[in-house]
């Protein structure tokens, strides 16, 4: 989702509300463990860049017995529908409705990783940067938990999982912004940390101001890995489109597709000082969420993916006119025996 000039992020931010109808560690990406399920063949006899690693535990699959999928509704106006049942939902695997069995709309603890670039190229967006997690964190259910990670020339893991946000914010005291952007192993990095998380919602928050120039994984890796991780990822895309640089212009669609194969989004601005309202609008859209949950009509632990699509129905007593926006993960992976 584009957002264009701090107009439209105020208008999210005022209009997000309601819309009612009734201790420091350091990792290396060696350390990590996820096998992303494609590989880069390797051609001309040049060697890799990287070597997947084909050690450790498998990716994260769905257990077919039960699918959670969170799901957050949006009309025209960026503005969320509350107070919905589960009668105002259809949910399809494939093309056969399933029955909705469970059905939550509270606003259970999330498990959040933040990844920050500070790249040299964010040398003037960084105190900004700071205030815009500093909202999120702040934000928080006091149950949440968050880890940080940064990013330049690599990844790295500068606060561990904490339910203190001073341990979190501190940390970015000590961000020097330099490099280059290594924004794909970062996700990598995170995806891998949500291993640990205690809580069964997950997200990842990324704050960019372009795209990827220095990443050992590639695009199609990283969607593999986010597919197969249930996990959801929001993006935050600070672009200069004054003479962009090519990474840059990639940068848009490289958070787009990766955050909405998920169930999350992205936004994308021009000025620093609109950081904080899109944090508060990720935010937002973290506290209000429904949660869906159904046992497949036809399970199958066969390693594939599964396709699902979740229908909006318009409840009569919705009365405002104009679409609705459905952002939930489009489908699994389920387990293979």
Known sequence: MRV????????????????????QSTTSLDDIHIQPRVMQPVTDGMAAPFALPDVGPRPMKVNVSLVLVPVTIMDGMNRLVQGLDRNSFQVLEGKTEQQIRYFSNEDAPVSIGIILDISGSMKSKLDRARDAVAKLIGDANPEDEFFMITFSDKPEMISDFTQHVEDVQSKLLYAVPKGRTALLDAIYMGIAKMRQAKHQRKALLIISDGGDNHSRYTEKEIVSVVKEADVMIYGIGIYNHYFPTQEEILGPELLRTISEVTGGTSFSIDDPNDLVDAAKSVSVMLRNQYLLGYRPAAAKKDGKWHKIKIVFRRPKKLKLPGTFHVYARSGYYAAAE
Do not use: K, Y
């Not at 999210?12 to 201790?23: K, R």
């Open 4 to 23: 264009n000039r701090r107009l439209a992020l105020l208008l999210v931010f005022f209009a997000l509300n309601v819309l009612p109808i009734s201790s």
